[in-house]
């Protein structure tokens, strides 16, 4: 397994591991820990009193598993309210790109309002691990998470719930903050809620959208994931997301659905 999905080439190039690969091609990148990378390059860019609320994270195609550049531009800057985006060229093509709300937090705002549509799940205790065995062959991906299911997720069509604990940083000797390790865990959603067998169909996310009234404060996230499908080749993904302490928001991805090309 590698250390980190990315190595920090310079001061905006990154070179990606194959804890990054796509399970859809192995030469391709996993749009979870490519959102975390852009997602990390602009919260640099913040105050210590300001949090990201909403992400939209748009994939302009297939992201090559090969160095790029990050560029991270101010679209609305602001005291209390600011949109910032950040964009993933591979190249000399952009491949992705998030937009992100970022709210100045204040003190005296001090309730706490939560409303789960369910209790929060347990953390089960570790098991053996297999986070998606439909697909035909192996990927460094799910081996750079931690996977403990509550339910469904064990190669069987259906809503599935599973805690997911990021086992190795973003960026190498990088510590990865919270949102980023909600980001590279958030574009399986998915994957774990399929509704089609993963070796006959592709079901790829062209989008990620994020919307959080907090970050997660410890290590651990929960994806209550569904998905749900047109029957004319268009799907939608909707999860809920908690961490140990409640519920943070939720990850939303439209879904292009479609037969695998059968192997020569």
Same mark, same amino acid.
């Given at each position: 397994?590698?250390? =980190?999905?990315?190595?920090?080439? +310079?001061?905006?190039?990154?070179?990606? =591991?194959? $804890?990054t690969e796509?399970?859809?091609?192995?030469?391709?990148?996993?749009?979870?820990?490519?959102?975390?990378?852009?997602?990390?390059?602009?919260?640099k860019?913040?105050?210590g009193?300001s949090?990201?609320?909403?992400?939209?994270?748009?994939?302009?195609g297939?992201i090559?598993?090969?160095? +790029?550049?990050?560029?991270?531009?101010?679209?609305?800057?602001?005291?209390? &309210?600011?949109?910032?985006?950040?964009?993933?060229?591979?190249?000399?093509? !952009? %491949?992705?790109?998030a937009?992100?709300w970022?709210? *100045?937090?204040?003190? +005296? *705002?001090?309730?706490? &309002?939560?409303h789960?549509? !369910? =209790?929060?799940?347990?953390?089960?205790?570790?098991?053996?691990?297999?986070?998606?065995?439909?697909?035909?062959?192996?990927?460094?991906?799910?081996?750079?998470?931690?996977w403990?299911?509550?339910?469904?997720? =064990? +190669?069987?069509?259906?809503p599935?719930? %599973?805690?997911?604990?990021?086992?190795?940083?973003?960026?190498?000797?990088?510590? $990865?903050?919270?949102?980023?390790?909600?980001?590279?865990? *958030?574009?399986?959603?998915?994957?774990i809620?399929?509704?089609?067998?993963?070796?006959?169909?592709?079901?790829?996310?062209?989008?990620?959208?994020?919307?959080?009234?907090?970050?997660?404060?410890?290590?651990?996230?929960?994806?209550?994931?569904?998905?749900?499908?047109?029957?004319?080749?268009?799907?939608?993904?909707? $999860?809920?997301l908690?961490?140990?302490?409640?519920?943070?928001?939720t990850?939303?991805?439209?879904?292009?659905?479609?037969?695998?090309?059968?192997?020569?």
């Open positions: 397994m590698s250390d =980190s999905f990315y190595r920090r080439l +310079g001061p905006s190039a990154f070179e990606p =591991s194959r $804890a796509s399970p859809w091609d192995q030469s391709l990148q996993h749009g979870g820990p490519s959102a975390a990378l852009l997602l990390g390059e602009i919260e860019t913040l105050s009193q949090r990201i609320t909403g992400a939209q994270i748009d994939f302009f297939a090559p598993r090969t160095a +790029g550049t990050v560029e991270v531009r101010t679209l609305r800057p602001g005291r209390r &309210v600011r949109l910032d985006a950040a964009t993933l060229t591979i190249g000399g093509r !952009v %491949v992705a790109e937009r992100c970022s709210m *100045a937090t204040s003190t +005296g *705002a001090d309730k706490r &309002v939560e789960p549509t !369910v =209790s929060l799940p347990a953390l089960p205790p570790p098991g053996p691990e297999q986070p998606f065995p439909g697909f035909p062959h192996a990927w460094h991906y799910p081996h750079a998470i931690e403990r299911p509550v339910h469904g997720n =064990s +190669g069987q069509p259906g599935a719930a %599973v805690w997911t604990r990021v086992r190795v940083p973003v960026v190498e000797g990088e510590v $990865a903050s919270p949102l980023q390790r909600l980001a590279v865990v *958030a574009d399986s959603a998915n994957g809620s399929s509704e089609l067998a993963l070796d006959s169909f592709l079901f790829v996310p062209t989008a990620l959208q994020l919307s959080l009234h907090r970050h997660p404060v410890d290590d651990w996230v929960l994806l209550d994931a569904r998905t749900s499908l047109s029957g004319d080749g268009i799907g939608t993904t909707v $999860a809920d908690w961490d140990l302490t409640g519920t943070l928001g990850a939303t991805q439209p879904l292009l659905v479609q037969p695998r090309t059968p192997a020569p």
